[in-house]
């Protein structure tokens, strides 16, 4: 009886702090089911073992920090049929794309004792910025359903169904009153993709970002509401790096505040 191949998974690291890889492991129980359907080949974070591509599907986690990133991201992208980057640093730059307001170089001599060996680049950036991405997962970390789904629709050769709205519906789902309307609490769900089941908003505490900007935010009335509300122009603009600073709209918006 001829033997079916499965369809090769690898998982690879970049600049990150591993809590995307970790979901993946989190899922226990489905993932037995995904390794059913699928041959994890190339996983440090899991296994030692390594199967030689190419690779029929990469996640990537991490964003690209060094000239040695550079290059490896293209290797990477050779050896993958289909490319997913997974979690805010490979969608979006990561916490560390903090660095790309300010001077690295500063930085680097002023934490390092001999900065003369330190190889990094000025700027912390997604992995779209230097390859072609098939479909990005946001998320810090990434809710591991959704990864299922996005490997269930890799299986079976659809799109992803993941949402494409706003953290406030999560919270109207959830029958969570609004903490900026009943308490004036700053709070990014308006702009922020879904993804996280609104978790701060339902211990009152003010949406983080976490899952990055949502299709089509509105950064301009979210600013001007807090402007009313009180907000400086400075806290507006820290408000929007954090996880996701290197987003487009997260970065755009937080540069007309920057004085």
């Given at each position: 009886m001829t033997k079916i191949e499965k369809p090769k998974l690898a998982v690879w690291k970049f600049a990150s702090c591993d809590g995307c890889q970790l979901s993946l492991l989190d899922c226990e129980d489905e993932l037995l089911s995904v390794a059913g359907e699928i041959e994890i080949a190339h996983f440090p974070e899991a296994t030692r073992q390594v199967i030689k591509g190419p690779y029929d599907l990469s996640?990537?986690?991490?964003?690209?920090?060094t000239p040695e990133d550079a290059k490896r991201i293209q290797e990477v992208r050779r050896v993958s049929k289909t490319l997913i980057t997974i979690g805010a640093c490979a969608t979006a730059g990561g916490v560390q794309a903090l660095r790309n307001f300010k001077d690295v170089k500063e930085f680097v001599s002023i934490v390092y004792a001999n900065p003369a060996y330190i190889d990094t680049l000025n700027h912390s950036t997604p992995i779209a910025e230097h390859v072609a991405v098939d479909f990005e997962l946001r998320g810090c970390p990434i809710n591991k359903m959704q990864l299922l789904e996005v490997i269930s629709a890799f299986l079976a050769n659809r799109k992803p169904n993941t949402p494409a709205h706003s953290t406030c519906i999560e919270c109207k789902r959830r029958g969570t009153v609004c903490v900026m309307v009943a308490g004036g609490t700053p709070c990014l769900g308006?702009?922020?993709?879904?993804g996280c089941g609104a978790i701060c908003p339902?211990?009152?505490?003010?949406?983080?970002?976490?899952f990055g900007p949502m299709e089509t935010p509105?950064?301009?009335?979210?600013?001007?509401?807090?402007?009313?509300?009180?907000?400086?122009?400075?806290?507006i603009a820290r408000v929007f790096r954090t996880f996701n600073a290197w987003a487009e709209p997260f970065r755009k918006e937080s540069e007309t505040h920057d004085k």
């Open positions: 996640l990537v986690e991490g964003s690209i920090t308006p702009v922020t993709h879904a339902s211990y009152q505490r003010g949406c983080y970002g976490c509105n950064t301009l009335s979210m600013s001007e509401g807090w402007k009313t509300s009180g907000a400086s122009e400075d806290e």
